[in-house]
């Protein structure tokens, strides 16, 4: 069996600690409440069913998207105890922080009462210790105490723990201990709860989360952040020098990728190329491949170049954003078709000029040379649409992360000490008998996984016993 | 045609069916022999499927997206199995008792079964599935699930076994059963073994959503159900030290915390919505 006896004093015979608590003043039965495993239990069984229904119901969802769900009566109802939103709720949020002050009053009643014990333990081995523990062996042995003492403390050192003498009237008492800080291990996993919210807070307080979609070769600093909050600035700007996507033959989607830089005062501080998985970090702030997608409103190339054939420039069209070119005027992309009149892409654009009026032309993408036929001094060709790709990254700063973490670690590392290591202790009582021998009275406990230790008890006092019978022989009395 | 490790699959579930056959109608027919023969099926199915997971994840290599065989419904099924297996193999050698097996190795069977009518190609893993901590994450959670199963299952022999016991009945299949003692400490320990890696699985997949997308929780519903799952065992590791529930309670509450582990591993995929992607 595997309870720990020395953690149920506060829950023994129930009715009679009720009846003895309806006499204390509030303030105690007040605090008894607070740390009592009972409520500990019943808020976790709360916690457990309150929190299904934030997975049968889906959260954060719009307003309208509820009413095609819900009939009226049930929409209110729901919304008045946020459950569309339940785990930012008052009363969710109220059951963790009880949850947490029940999780500290216990700790603060009980660890110092662990410490004491552990600082201070019961190295007698007095009559009422001995009939309190189930493992008990008594045998007599030749010689007198003060010699043989030094064997049994040399003996059960070595098979067992260097152990503690304590001499009183005459009587020897040995005691030894193994695994003593498993007593701590349910403290450990009770405050790395209590650190992880700790650090859930503090990312909340002094952290943000956010989202911005970068289009290719831009930058940003500015974020909106979500919830409500106003907008984040952020002290240096990312640039998205491209994004890409790789699919894999079947084309299911194999890598997201964006290639940023973090500029900061104009220079580039920082580059590198984030995937899913692999996200960049800079001053606190990291930024994760979240989503991509496609401009709103492509680019159209032109080829700009002069009736003999000599280039001027490349323009970049963005619909219907006027774009001047010195010395001839203004140009604009108006219109864009897949296949005009089936001789294939094809753009249209409007040209101004000063003092005249508009003019708008089609100009087929593969036919270079059609726009010589209008012998202006420029000759327009459409080299395609290029449709620009957007990087969509989450953005977070987290403070408290690693508070979170440190919480994780102690708190497992609690949980395995707790149920996998022992408190074993060992005393050995060697008081004087009749006719010069003397009365070894040998007890062990163990505060979990008794059966084993019965085992290890056994086999330690056989080879006590057989350690201190051979000294017997060498030094005979 | 199913490739090679399909048909390894395909072969530890007929081993597993005739591991719970043999095993039952050890129980039924009193007999010692049969029951050890389940055993050394079961020892043949942890061979095979072991090699199938193995075969797996060459083949996934061969068609050059490899990575671990634990990344969709069918594949997590099929290594939820193993580890039940592996796991009643530990426990059976370690208690020297045999009478486990017609509990626990049919939970192995009916999920090879499920498994088997799922699409069991291997598919290339999506972007957000390409990382270290899939291998933690998958594997702590269930070696958790699969301490639950066996604590479930014999939660379910304490419950027939105390009954009998307390009609002082001897007859039956029951009166094979180790003592109610023994059953009830078993339930306890396949759940301590269980919620430390249960605990591990849940961190894990934290600080995996954190690395991925900046939020190690979004009580999105499966990591809930996870939380939920983590609190009823909690809730029994407290009542059973503290206030010493044991017996009849302890195995009703180990039951419960099975059935919200499948909701937790399977329900949310079938029946709610949210990040992880096997059953779609």
Redesign the interface.
Known sequence: ????SD??T??ASIPAVEKRERAKPASTRIWNFLIS??L??WI??V??VT??L???I??NQPPEKYHQVYEDWAYNLLDRFNLFDM?HSWWFLLLLCLFTINLTCCTIDRLPRVIRTVRKPKSILDEATEKSLSLTERWKSKGDIPRRMEDYKAALAREFAAPKVTEADGVVHLYAEKGVYSRFGAYATHAGIVIVFIG?ILGNVFGF?SYVNIPDGKEASHLDARGGKEHIDLPFSVRNNRFWLET?P?G?????ASDLSVMENGREVLRKTI???D?LAYKGV?F???SYGQEDGATAQVAVSRQDGTPVRNLSLVPNEPVRIDGYGVVRGVNYEQDFQGKGPALQVVVEKPGRPASDLWILQGRPDLDRVRKDSLVFSFEGLTAKMYTGL???K?PG?NV??LG?LL??AG??VS??VSHTRIWIRLSPGLHGKMEVTAAGSANRNRSAFEKTFASVLAAVRKDTSNTDKENPA | MNTLNVQLFDLTTLLFGGASGTFIAAMYGKKETLARIGTWICVAAAIVSTAALGVRWVESYKMGIGRIPVTNLYESLVFFAWSVNLFYLFVEWKYKDRSFGAFVIPIAFLTMVFAFTNESGIQPLVPALQSYWLHAHVITCFVGYAAFAVSAGVAVMYLLKARQEKAKAKDGIVARFPSSKVLDDLVYRAIIWGFPFLTAGIITGAAWANYAWGTYWSWDPKETWSLIVWLVYAAFLHARITRGWHGRRAAILSIVGFLSTVMCYLGVNLVLSGLHSYGG
């Open positions: 069996m595997e309870t720990v953690v149920r506060d829950s495993v009972k500990a239990i976790i069984i916690l457990a929190s299904i934030g997975t049968v889906e959260q785990y859930a989360k894999y079947d299911t989607p194999k890598k997201y995937t899913v998985n996200p990291w994760y491949q979240s989450q953005v977070a987290d992360v979170v973490w994780c708190l497992t949980m395995m149920f996998f």
